[in-house]
């Protein structure tokens, strides 16, 4: 049974940074691809980015590109989502995802195969 666990959500300010973690469990880690989601309220999931299952390659949303980097550790079996620079309209429910086996490097386009539960995220201006 696939788990994802995240953590590292709560109160920021704008400018500010977060750093959150999801700590998977169920599958051999290294062998899937993982990702970011989010969802504010009235609006659907959409994808904030993805990480190969190597590391080697990633990929963004446009809204987060050169403000949030991702990042794991096949060791510890543990993605991180690192967001700096945060603004008012980062707030969100943010949701740990990983990939089906055929899934190289996700992108916008791929629905994932496994979440987590969502840890919030709160900036304010």
């Known amino acids: 049974q696939v788990q994802l666990a995240e953590s590292g959500g709560g109160l920021a300010q704008a400018g500010g940074s977060l750093r959150l973690s999801c700590a998977a469990s169920g599958r051999t880690f290294s062998w899937y691809a993982m990702g970011w989601f989010r969802q504010t309220p009235g609006k659907e999931r959409e994808f904030v980015a993805a990480?190969?299952?190597?590391?080697?390659?990633?990929n963004y949303a446009d809204p987060v590109k050169g403000r949030f980097t991702i990042s794991r550790d096949n060791a510890k079996d543990t993605v991180y989502l690192q967001m700096n620079s945060l603004k008012p309209e980062d707030t969100a429910v943010y949701y740990c995802?990983?990939?089906?086996?055929?899934?190289?490097?996700?992108?916008?386009?791929?629905?994932?195969?496994?979440w987590g539960k969502g840890t919030l995220v709160t900036v304010s201006s």
């Open positions: 990480i190969s299952r190597s590391g080697i390659n990633t």
């Open positions: 995802v990983t990939y089906s086996s055929n899934v190289v490097t996700p992108n916008y386009s791929h629905s994932p195969a496994y």
